[in-house]
């Protein structure tokens, strides 16, 4: 029995589409599919590349990686997510791991999400493939995919791709949002190669490029963000005396993120703003089991690179061109150690861990090292930190009760915008924000508790978690500095603020009427403020969902409720303001039909049935957010 208070989202893709129904619409975007969970929430700045939040925190303060690769946006602004360069035709699941839970992958303060991505692992298939097919109303959406797979004993190869292109999308009422579209492409590749009985060497492989993607809540759209992921892993069963599951992976991946404002009408001055990330990394693990303890041992480290630059264009064309760095070519090397014991006790399971990580900065371009200086004249042009994690979880079964609960201790270095950001310009408060190279570590002390009763044709789960966030990092007026940006109501520094709470509980309950018939419903309670009461941002109100569910031989269907309460308790200062309560209905039906060895799903449905005009806390600038959309996919499978 394990004791991971984690969620595991499986995604329903191509052939599992067949297998799997729970997922109202199969092929709807991972970003949909991240939003589903219990834990995941999105900020959205359009119908493309919504940013990921786990605990009410925002990317600065989580590891989000594909099968433990570590991978950094190229994006200033954030609008290239690490979700945004995968797409669910190559993953079969997603791992999220709450607080320090999540410190296997690095040093975290919310958490940990892993995209697994899809592999045959040396099933003996022989040849199969897939074609897939989606079309949406809404924005005309348009979805077309395939997979070639073949796997044995010895060897597999997984092949897809996958295109999505989307128009302007309406929200509830009919309002057209404009610069809503977009355009992407992914392809990937997964191989394994079987040595031996209990050594395998494998290696993944993706592309993937989004193409004229807007961003309505952002005055600037992207005309192209392309990324190349790449890795090399060896997996050996038995390792060195009693070691086992040694696992050794070197992997490298390339972004390049290009916002412009060529097509915005109108634009005060024009600007280019390209973006380049690069990423170099390897990790190596192994277990060991010694009476009644599993030891996991890990090392891991990667090395990244991240410059992006503006430049802007006068009207007159007599007026010189401005260009300045606004991440002045930051190279970062960090290495950690991550240590795990799960002990059974006699009366219940206890896991201890704990990572340390040394991380250095350099600032690598003297331009913007000298940019950086004009605010910081005794700035280093290097600096080291050591970052730390430890943790304490225990499960103990009462009877019918589960009970698990732990403390845990962890902290963070400022990322590469928090700490040498050059005048970046945030349109959510309308402000400018400068990097602080002086920030402390930002460090939380968590707690957790969570009770699940299984009963015979009920499950209640309770879950609560605290986080007391010491030298929490975020951005403040600074009234002595001038705005950059044309229209801009001031400068933030990024600086420490004494302290930060932040509070989340939720309740899940599931009823199984019939085999056939199953309810699940879940609503949750976040708050979040500082040490002098100020309301934190993009902190969920009161939230629910509740979905009935049916599946019988070939056919399924679901009907989703779905919504929040007023958000009462929002930040001004941060540039939010108050949102309205909303509720939603969407409904599915699903169907497979088999020809010979060969299986057609068909599902379609209806999602926000009412046409609801609605925007949430975490949509950026109150963007609305899509009206009603029926939709259907085809998904056809060649064994």
């Known amino acids: 029995m394990t004791i991971d208070l984690k969620e595991v989202i499986v995604i329903s893709s191509f052939k599992r589409s067949i297998e799997h129904k729970s997922q109202p619409n199969p092929l709807s975007t991972l970003d949909e599919y991240l939003e589903s969970s219990k834990k995941i929430s999105m900020v959205k700045r359009g119908a493309y590349a919504w940013d990921p939040m786990l605990n009410d925190m925002t990317s600065e303060r989580l590891s989000i990686t594909i099968d433990g690769m570590r991978i950094f946006g190229a994006c200033t602004d954030k609008m290239d997510p690490i979700t945004s360069y995968v797409d669910v035709s ?18 975290v303060i919310g958490g940990a999400i892993d995209m697994r991505l899809e592999k045959s692992n ?54 057209e949002v404009a610069f809503s579209q977009y355009e992407k492409y992914n392809l990937s590749a997964n191989a394994g190669y079987k040595v031996s009985d209990d050594q395998k060497l494998l290696a993944s492989f993706i592309f993937d490029e989004a193409r004229d993607v807007g961003y309505p809540a ?46 915005r009408p109108d634009v005060p001055i024009r600007m280019d703003m390209p973006g ?3 990423t170099y990394g390897f990790y190596s693990q192994t277990e060991l089991s010694f009476d009644n ?53 006699s009366d219940g399971i206890l896991k ?73 310009f945030n349109s959510f408060d309308n402000h400018d924000y400068i990097g602080n190279p002086n920030l402390k570590n930002e460090k939380a002390l968590e707690t957790r508790i969570k009770v699940t009763l299984p009963l015979d044709n009920l499950e209640l789960g309770l879950e609560g978690n605290y986080f007391h966030t010491r030298d929490y990092i975020i951005g403040e007026i600074d009234p002595t500095l001038n705005e950059m940006t044309i229209g ?61 569910s049916y599946a019988h031989g070939s056919f399924s269907g679901s009907v989703t409720l779905s919504g929040a309460m007023e958000q009462t308790n929002f930040s001004p200062t941060f540039g939010e303001d108050r949102t309205s309560a909303y509720t ?4 599915s039906l699903g169907k497979t039909f088999s020809f010979g060895g060969n299986t057609l799903y068909v599902k379609a449905g209806v999602e926000n049935l009412f046409d609801t005009y609605y925007s949430t806390y975490s949509d950026w600038n109150n963007i609305p957010r899509m009206g009603r959309n029926f939709f259907m996919t085809l998904s056809y499978a060649i064994n």
Request: glycine share 8%; no cysteine; proline share 3%.
């Open 276 to 278: 380049w990330s690069d």
């Open 293 to 345: 303890h599993r030891f996991m041992g890990k090392i891991d480290g990667f090395y990244n690179r991240s410059l992006a630059e503006m430049t802007m264009y006068p009207n007159n064309p007599n007026e010189q061109e401005m260009f300045m760095l606004t991440w002045p070519d930051v190279r970062t090397l960090n290495t950690g150690l991550y240590l795990e014991d799960k002990i059974n006790l």
């Open 122 to 175: 040396f099933k003996p298939l022989g040849w199969t493939a897939a074609v897939e097919t989606g079309y949406e109303t809404n924005n005309t959406s348009q979805i077309v995919g395939g997979e070639l797979n073949y796997s044995d004993e010895n060897f597999y190869l997984d092949t897809d791709i996958i295109y999505r292109k989307a128009e302007n999308y309406t929200a509830g009422g009919g309002e």
């Open 488 to 548: 801009a109501d001031g400068v933030k520094v990024y600086t420490n603020l004494k302290h930060a709470n932040l509070y989340n509980v939720s309740m899940d309950m599931e009823y199984k009427f019939t085999s056939e018939l199953n309810w699940s419903g879940r609503v949750s309670y976040h708050r979040g403020i500082d040490h002098n009461g100020r309301n934190l941002p993009f902190i969920s109100p009161v939230d629910y969902r509740s979905q009935l």
């Open 352 to 424: 201890l861990a704990t990572r340390l990580a040394y991380q250095s900065f350099h600032v690598a371009d003297d331009f913007g090292l000298n940019s950086l200086r004009i605010f910081y004249p005794d700035m280093d042009q290097r600096q080291t930190r050591t970052l730390k994690s430890v943790s304490a979880h225990y499960h103990k079964q009462f009877k019918k009760w589960h009970v698990n609960g732990g403390v845990a201790y962890g902290d963070r270095a400022p990322s590469v915008s928090e700490g040498f950001g050059f005048y970046l």
């Open 584 to 587: 939603l209905l969407s409904l």
């Open 90 to 107: 190559n993953l079969s699941d997603v791992q999220v791991k709450s607080g320090q839970q999540g410190a296997q992958h690095g040093n």
């Open 218 to 263: 952002l005055p600037m759209d992207v005309s192209l963000a392309r990324a190349f992921i790449g890795s090399l892993s060896w997996v050996q069963s038995n390792f060195i005396g009693n070691l086992e599951n040694w696992e050794s992976k070197l992997y490298a991946n390339t972004i390049t993120h290009i916002m412009d404002d060529s097509q």
